[in-house]
């Protein structure tokens, strides 16, 4: 089935320090979506990816998909105490029943 | 417009009850997912129900948990009986059709003594 790794688990960084999350996966992905979650609440969707090496920004947060469409990573420039959050990816192995799965996450806490 | 409506919020009881959980999607989405959280196992899903059918429920434990969808604007998870295993953060999330993207509700918070 499909696997889906996601790294690091944890990430502590000081307010204005960078912060990166990648999420790997066993197989060949259709595409994957970003989500973030703040402590008592519900995942929030971020951003779809789709295409093969695609490149988003949203302000602060970049979104990468990889080339061979199996790994994705979420950059956050400059953290601010408003970034504290899981930040999940969910990965869609694609086929007419389509099966998502959501990563472990990464919590990311900011020291102001 | 309304997002995702979870009932109750919160919900304290005893092994061995039973537990109803109810979810409202959003107008017009076709897809239903019940999910859980829990710190040791993160998200995972449940059930998914596409047009009110149930397509994929093999993420459901075992036998005391069952999930309806009898109409577009309704759902329910049911567990029967309740063990303190099942304490966990429950959410429902719905997305329109050919779409991927899931809008949660806030979610349940259940705890079984």
């Known amino acids: 089935g499909q696997q889906v790794m996601q790294i690091p688990q944890y990430q502590h960084v000081q307010e204005g320090e960078d912060f990166t999350t990648y999420c790997n996966s066993s197989?060949?992905?259709?595409?994957i979506q970003w989500y973030k979650q703040r402590p008592g609440g519900h995942p929030v969707f971020l951003i779809q990816l789709v295409k093969s090496g695609e490149v988003k920004k949203q302000k602060r947060l970049t979104f990468q998909f990889g080339e061979a469409k199996k790994n994705s990573s979420l950059h956050i420039t400059a953290t601010q105490t408003t970034d504290v959050g899981t930040y999940f990816c969910q990965t869609d192995s694609g086929g007419s029943n389509y099966k998502l799965t959501f990563g472990k996450g990464t919590l990311l806490t900011v020291n102001p | 417009d309304a997002g995702v409506i979870q009932s109750p919020r919160h919900e304290v009881t005893e092994m061995g009850q039973e537990v109803t959980l109810r979810c409202k999607p959003i107008s017009g989405h076709n897809s239903l997912f019940w999910y859980r959280q829990t710190m040791m196992r993160g998200l995972e899903l449940l059930i998914y129900?596409?047009?009110?059918?149930?397509?994929?429920d093999s993420g459901m434990p075992e036998d005391r948990f069952s999930a309806k969808m009898p109409n577009a604007s309704f759902s329910t998870l049911k567990i029967q009986p309740s063990e303190p295993r099942d304490s966990a953060v429950y959410f429902c999330a719905s997305s329109s059709s050919g779409t991927t993207t899931q809008y949660f509700g806030p979610g349940t918070r259940l705890t079984v003594l």
């Open positions: 129900f596409n047009n009110n059918v149930p397509i994929d």
């Open positions: 197989t060949t992905l259709s595409n």
